[in-house]
T-cell receptor, first 111, second 116 residues
């Protein structure tokens, strides 16, 4: 059973068309939920850490939220440069210090 | 440099050869991690170092894989007798002391390993 599941697998948006990406998790003892952005040929770039349900973080057009079972990455009025793969990862007491990643959502924003 | 540095960026080798991959973490980061990213597999954990010790090696797929870290800084991942299924991007990450609340891990751009 996957511990971290991201949906959708791929998302195509028109420039300015807001949407949300989902990350659901089934771990105990959550120590942190992390969002990363990955561009082709590059390593994951850290975006946000969320620690507890109800927490929200914002950066430019991105806003991450967390509940007890899932996290959302909201993208407001996206631009073509927001096109990337967005990865969600959890760190939990049952796994020690490693990150367990979801498969990612590939986002394409067309102008 | 300011970020995690990995070398080489690309490596092509023949099946059966040994390879060494290098990671230079962010200065001051005591924790270092190796992950592997393959098509269809996503990002999977290999090994974690705290200082020069490796308290978690649970992700190493076989005894052909080993890693070391010296001086609390640079780490080397070695794959012996490479197989085609070892082809992947090997990513290194570092973080501040991970004890307590989760510290974000910062990644390098990886080494793309291709086994012919």
């Amino acid at each position: 059973e996957d511990q971290v599941t991201q949906s959708p697998e791929a998302l195509r948006l028109q420039e300015g068309e807001s949407s949300s990406l989902n990350c659901s998790y089934t771990v105990s003892g959550l120590r942190g939920l992390f969002w990363y952005r990955q561009d082709p040929g590059k390593g994951p770039e850290f975006l946000f850490t969320l620690y507890s349900a109800g927490e929200e973080k914002e950066k430019e057009r991105l806003k991450a939220t967390l509940t007890k079972k899932e996290s959302f990455l909201h993208i407001t009025a996206p631009k073509p440069e927001d096109s990337a793969t967005y990865l969600c990862a959890v760190q939990a007491a049952e796994y020690g210090n490693k990150l367990v990643f979801g498969a990612g959502t590939i986002l394409r924003v067309k102008s | 440099g300011a970020g995690v540095s990995q070398s080489p960026s690309n490596k092509v080798t023949e099946k059966g050869k040994d390879v060494e991959l290098r990671c230079d973490p962010i200065s001051g980061h005591t924790a270092l991690y190796w992950y592997r990213q393959s098509l269809g597999q996503g990002l999977e954990f290999l090994i974690y170092f705290q200082g020069n010790s490796a308290p978690d090696k649970s992700g190493l797929p076989s005894d052909r894989f080993s890693a070391e870290r010296t001086g609390g800084s640079v780490s080397t991942l070695t794959i012996q007798r490479t197989q085609q299924e070892d082809s992947a991007v090997y990513l290194c990450a570092s973080s501040l002391n991970p004890q307590g609340a989760g510290q974000p891990q910062h990644f390098g751009d990886g080494t793309r390993l291709s086994i012919l």
